[in-house]
């Protein structure tokens, strides 16, 4: 069974900084896709940043050159810096793990999520 545990969530002033941590544990083999999702109330869940096994990241355009994925496979943690915070980036911040079951079969896992509050 895979868990994810996420933590570094919190309230911040506008301007500042606050960094996320997701460790993953259980059986976990063959990562495929390690990443960051968020909501706001009445929104619906929207990717914020993904890095795949290979080592390429992805970013949703609303946070680029503001925040930072970064994976330490050596203890299956996924990071990531959020700099420049704006009252609009506040929502409950997901982890997702995706793992190759089979050639065409892939399993999601979810953390519990951590929310981050901007305040202006």
């Known amino acids: 069974q895979v868990q994810l545990v996420e933590s570094g969530g919190g309230l911040v002033q506008a301007g500042g900084s606050l960094r996320l941590s997701c460790v993953a544990s259980g059986s976990i083999f063959n990562i495929k896709h390690m990443g960051w999702y968020r909501q706001a109330p009445g929104k619906q869940r929207e990717l914020v940043a993904a890095?795949?096994?290979?080592?390429?990241?992805n970013y949703a355009d609303s946070v680029k050159g503001r925040f930072t994925i970064s994976r330490d496979n050596a203890k299956n943690t996924v990071y990531l810096q959020m700099n420049s915070l704006k009252p609009e980036d506040t929502a409950i911040y997901y982890c997702?793990?995706?793992?190759?079951?089979?050639?065409?079969?892939?399993?999601?896992?979810w953390g519990q999520g951590t929310q981050v509050t901007v305040s202006s």
């Open positions: 890095i795949i096994s290979g080592g390429s990241t």
């Open positions: 997702k793990l995706v793992v190759v079951i089979t050639l065409f079969a892939t399993n999601d896992y």
